[in-house]
C-alpha cells in the first residue's frame, strides 16, 4: 500500500523559510515524487517534482530561485526547502508520487498525501 506522509508545515513570516519532508513507503515503480499546494479558494497546483531515476528537478515559475526540492534515495524521503516565503504561499502543501515523471509534470497524479498546512502571515 502506498503512503506519503508530510511533515514539516506551520506558521512563518514572510521572509521566512520552512522545510517540508514526506516519508515515502509501499511503491517501488513510481519515478516521479513531489508536491503540490491548494490555497484557500483555489485549485491544487503543482510545486515541484523530482524524479527518482536521474535526480532531474522541475518547479512551477512563481517558487523558482526559492524553493529547492531533494530526495534521499536510501530511504525514498523528499524534502522541501522553502525560502524567502511569501503571503501567496499559504496553502495546504500535498505529497505527490506519479509513475511516470512525464505524467506528473502534466498534473496527473497517482498518489497523493494527506497534507500539511503552512501559513506565511505576520
Known amino acids: 500500500q502506498v503512503q506519503l506522509v508530510e511533515s514539516g508545515g506551520g506558521l512563518v513570516q514572510p521572509g521566512g523559510s520552512l522545510r517540508l519532508s514526506c516519508a515515502a513507503s509501499?511503491?517501488?515503480?513510481?519515478?516521479?515524487i513531489g508536491w503540490f499546494r491548494q490555497a484557500p479558494g483555489k485549485e491544487r497546483e503543482g510545486v515541484a517534482c523530482?524524479?527518482?531515476?536521474?535526480?532531474?528537478?522541475y518547479y512551477t515559475d512563481s517558487v523558482k530561485g526559492r524553493f529547492t526540492i531533494s530526495r534521499n534515495k536510501a530511504n525514498n524521503a523528499v524534502y522541501l526547502q522553502m525560502n524567502a516565503l511569501r503571503p501567496e504561499d499559504t496553502a495546504v502543501y500535498y505529497c505527490?508520487?506519479?509513475?511516470?515523471?512525464?505524467?506528473?509534470?502534466?498534473?496527473?497524479?497517482?498518489?497523493w498525501g494527506k497534507g500539511t498546512q503552512v501559513t506565511v502571515s505576520s
Open positions: 505527490v508520487a506519479s509513475h511516470q515523471i512525464a505524467r506528473m509534470v502534466k498534473g496527473d497524479i497517482d498518489y
Open positions: 523530482i524524479a527518482r531515476s536521474d535526480g532531474s528537478t
Open positions: 509501499g511503491f517501488t515503480d513510481a519515478d516521479g
